[in-house]
Structure formats: C-alpha cells, structure tokens
RNA sequence: GGCCUGGUAGCUCAGUUGGUUAGAGCGCCGCCCUGUCACGGCGGAGGUCGUGGGUUCAAGUCCCAUCCAGGUCGCCA
C-alpha cells in the first residue's frame, strides 16, 4: 500500500505515529511560512502542515506549488493541534499531520469545479465530468446508502433461503408492454436479440425448475422516454416464491422494506403496512399510489347529487357520471381566489371541465358563509346534508368533482395530491407511509387498441373464482396483484401467476392473442407451465426509486453513478454514437436516417 | 411527438425600455502573510452572450429556425 491510514482515521491516539497518507488537495492555505492542505479522500479530510523547520525548504516549496485536485502522498508524523487550533468539524480535527516527505502522484488542470459541499453546480457539467462529481460528499453518501440498501437487501433474502440467479439480458423480443432495445446478431443476418426489459419469465422459469425462492438484484433495460424518475437501464430488486398466496409475497416484500429502512437508515417501520383494494384506493383516493401522509379522503355524492339544485353536477349524472368531493379542512386561509383559481386551471389541465369549490366561512349555517363557484345553487336542504356528509366546519374548503367516474376519480385524485404535497404542505419531511394497493383489474378496455389490455402483465393470475367471467365481462375480473406504494410512490409490485397452460391459453384469448400467436411469441412458457409448474408468484422493487426516496433526492440520476441525460445519452462518454460502415456491414445492417 | 422553463466568464448567476468598453460572487494566475481550516490582504487575466438567419442606424435584449439541458403530457403490459 502507498498509505498507511486514510485520510478520516488519524486521532489524538496516534499522535507521535509516522503515517503515510494518500489523497487529493482539497485545499490549500499559504501562509507564508507555513503551509496547510486539507488532504482528501472518500474516508475524510485531513490537515497536513507544512513548515520549512520539520520538512525542509525544498519540500515546502514544492507544497506552495500543490493546486487543488493533485494526487499526493505525504509521510509525515501526527501531532495534536492542541485545544485552541482543533476543528470540531472534522472527525480528524483533533490531530494533523507535520509532513516530512512530499510525493506528488499525479498533478491535475483546475477542476471545472470545486469539489466540496458548497458549491452550487448545474446538472449538465456534473453528468459531463461526473469522475469529479462523484468525488462530491453528496454522491458519495448517496452511492454509499445504494450500497448498504442492497446489502441489506441481500442479507435478508439470503436469510431466508433465497437463492441468487443472474438471468440473460439478451433475450427474446416480446411484443407488448415497454419497447425494447434491440441487438442485432452478428452470426443470425436479420435477427435481433431484445434487451431484458424485466426477468419475468426466466424467474418464472426458474420456479418451474423448482427454485422455490429466487431473487436477483437485475438490471433492466426499457427504450421509453425518460423522466425524473425513469432511466432507459434501471434496476429491480426481483424476487418469486413457489406454493405461495398474496399474503406471503407481501410478507416477504413488507420485511425487506423493514430490514432496508432498520439497517440504511435505522428507521424501524411499523407492522403490518396498510392495505387497500384497488378499487378503495381508487375511490377513496382517486389514486392506485395514494400519498397517505395526509387524509383529505374523497367522498362519494352520487346520490346527495340528484336533486342538489346545482346543474353542472345534476347533468354529470345523468350522463351516467359521478360527483364526488373532498373536504380541505381549515384551508380557506391558506387558499386565496387566485390559489384556487390556479388549482382550477390545474384540474382542467388534467381534463376536468371545471373545478366547483366551496369555501366556508365562520358559521357554516349560514348561506352567506358559503361560497364560490358552486355555492349558490345548490338548495338549503342538499346544503345541510353536504355540511353533514362532508362535516364541514368553519374555514373549510370543499372540492367537487362531476363526470364520468375515471375523470373525477383522476381529477380529485390529483386535486388531493396538489392540496396535501404542494399548497397545503401537508407532508412532513421524514415520514414513510407504506401502503399495499391489491387486486387491481386483470385488464383494462384500450380505446386506442380497440382490445383489451393487461393492467400488469398477462402472466398474472386472476381470482380462480371470477375466471368464468373472463369470457363474458373481462374489465370485472380482479387480479391477484399488488404495489408497494410509499408517500405515493410506486416502489414495488408483482402478482400470483399463472401456473398452468389452460388458464394461461384462457387469459391470451381474452387479451385477444389467439392460439397461434401466443405460441408464437410465448410458446416456450405455454410449454414450460404444462411440465409440471408450481403455484408461483413474486414481486419487484424498483432500487432506483427506493434509493432516491430513501436519500431524499430530487431524481433518480442523483443515484445512480452513470446516468443518462433526458434524451438517452451519456454526457461523458458522448454516446450513443454512430458506427463505420464496416462495423455495419458485419452486422448486416442497412441505416435509415431520417431526413435531415 | 405536444407544451413549459432555461442556455451570458471555468462554476453559479445579474444584465432595466433595443443604445457608451457586457457585470458580480466563487474559482483561476501573481505577489505578501507562521495557526489557518469555505484563511486573509493587494493586484491581474478571463466572454463566438448555445448555433444559424432576420428586423433595426444599433440586438445579450425583438422575430424565425435549430441544437442542448431540465420539467411535464403522450409513452412506460
């Protein structure tokens, strides 16, 4: 080793040691006749002295020399600073070291910028010299948490049997669901491999073969368009269980998201996490990923509407719609009319024709204290009961929505999301509120496909009892699948597969993949079900998402080391890139630019 | 693909109604300083104002196109 301590772990017990430190500048203080550097490196910060009486006057001259960012190796003796020139700030701060011998090991052009805490940096020069970035405390605590998370992660399923098995990433491409990223095969003129956009039907696979527990820290690779939240390679902590129901994969699922918090953050979560249906969730929330650090529940007026006085809601129902409220309450202060106004402009955005809002004033009793867009029509007996079903008190602020049930259900869901998380700061900073939203639909009607779509994947098992309904009436049928979901984000989901051939065929049929084409693109499964598959299931947590929320970052590229710009490159590499012609050629590859 | 925000010194930003030589802080360079620790003092260098075109006597500023970054909708079974 060049060294012999690192740079965070020199104390008062090794004054009078000779070390050898090795690190970069972080800084570095001329005083004339002595020298300070604060030498760096990923354990901490230490400061070595330079003064001409112990190092020499040659070794002092090259110190005034150092520039920031230097690679350096320093041997020197510790010595205490003594209580007045300590710095309580540094873990190190009691000692320093009095250099004897300077080596430099590599010396480096300015930085584009400073590497320390408080330099304020864009994004674009961090992710174009992101070796320097990552030298930043905050990505390396960030790096850091990633790192105990999967540790964490991995103890706790290794615990328990499970058993690690890396899956292909070059596979088979399955239609349906994200695009893949293509590869083109030198040795197969023409073919492709895809790129894994998840291990589903290898876990799967691997159930069959009687891995009864399997779990694989994967990466996962999606050609769709990015968000603050989404990489085009990500990774899933991916897991599946044999001769299971939904409640032990939650089980399982809820106690790695106990261990991660109880061993990264030495939080410990309570038990057992909430659960809703996907239809209460969707009701009671207008969401599949309510935030529930705060209430604000919506309430169904279907009935208290008809006959309410107010037109706008009375006609939503006769379109075969539903009105439906929540009740902000003690918000009217904090909500003025330009607020709201905004907040109605937000609704409409999202595709709500309007947004009806009551305010109530100091005495709900009154008619006068009631007002807004919707206060005036309606009649003093549907006023009463509303007071009543909403218990509405002074200063509260009523929301309404009326049209069909998916819009109000969207558009009081995001109302609720806007109010609790943005205007009325209802979410306190440190709070996880875990929640499980199960039983979501099997499928979904695609106006767009004009067919019907799975809302998971179409391996995913529906309730054995509503299985006669898939013919008939496919929207009913309800899937054995659940989401984690924590301060309303998705961080998890999975299902209960299907384990056998028949009800497999029966799901493809209703999802309108005929025989053929389902042997087609997933005849390898169709066979591998009917040679004796166990009742499976399982479940996968997006590590990118987890890591993010757990260290409080604003994007997911903030943890992940390497990450992609929002139009899919590399910022550093410079890539993607175009290749030669020969390249081309050997892969049989013709390209079509678009005009330019 | 649509919409929104931004692009000015190495970094973070300001730049008024279109008008003199485009500024600040940090960083950088030089000199001074033996107890600093985001040291301090003095001095200095550093700009295709993203790119291309247009309007104008005059454009960082107005218009059009385009590129890049971020956000968002579509998309993400």
Known sequence: MLRTHTCGELRLADVGATVTLCG????????????FIDLRDRYGL????????????????????????????VEGEVRARGEKNANKQLATGDIEVFARRLTVLNPAPTPPFEIDEHAKVGEEARLRYRFLDLRRPAMQRRLLLRHRIVQAARRYFDALGFVEVETPVLCKYTPGGARNFLVPSRLHPGQFYALAESPQLFKQLLMIAGYDRYVQIAKCFRDEDLRNDRQPEFTQIDLEMSFVTMDDIMEVGEGMARAVWREALGV?????????TWQEAMDRYGSDKPDLRFALPIVDLSDWAAGCGFSVFEKALEAKGVVRALNAPGAAEQLSRRTLDQLTEFAKGIGAKGLAWIKIGADPGRAEDWQGPAAKNITPQARAQLAERLQVRAGDVLFFGADTLKTVRTVLGAVRNQLGRELLQLARPGEWRFLWVHSAPLCEWSEEERAWVANHHPF??????????????????????????????????????????????????ALGIGPEEAQRKFGFLLHALSYGAPPHGGMAFGLDRLVMLLSGAESIREVIAFPKTQRGRDEMLDCPTAVSERQLAELHILTRLPPA
Request: glycine content about 8%; hydrophobic content about 40%.
């Open 24 to 35: 970069w500048v972080q800084n570095h203080r001329d005083h004339g006749g002595v020298i």
């Open 460 to 509: 995913t098992a529906p309730y054995r009892e509503q299985l006669p309904l898939l013919a008939s009436d496919p929207g009913a049928v309800l899937s054995q699948s659940y989401d984690l979901v924590l301060n309303g984000n998705e961080i998890g989901g999975g299902s209960i597969r299907i384990h056998d051939a028949a009800t497999q065929q029966a799901v493809f049929q």
């Open 46 to 73: 230490t400061q070595v002295v330079f003064d001409a009486d112990v190092c020499g006057a040659a070794a002092k001259e090259q110190a005034d020399r150092l520039r920031s960012e230097w690679v350096v190796q």
């Open 268 to 276: 410990e979560l309570p038990a057992p996490f909430p659960r809703l």
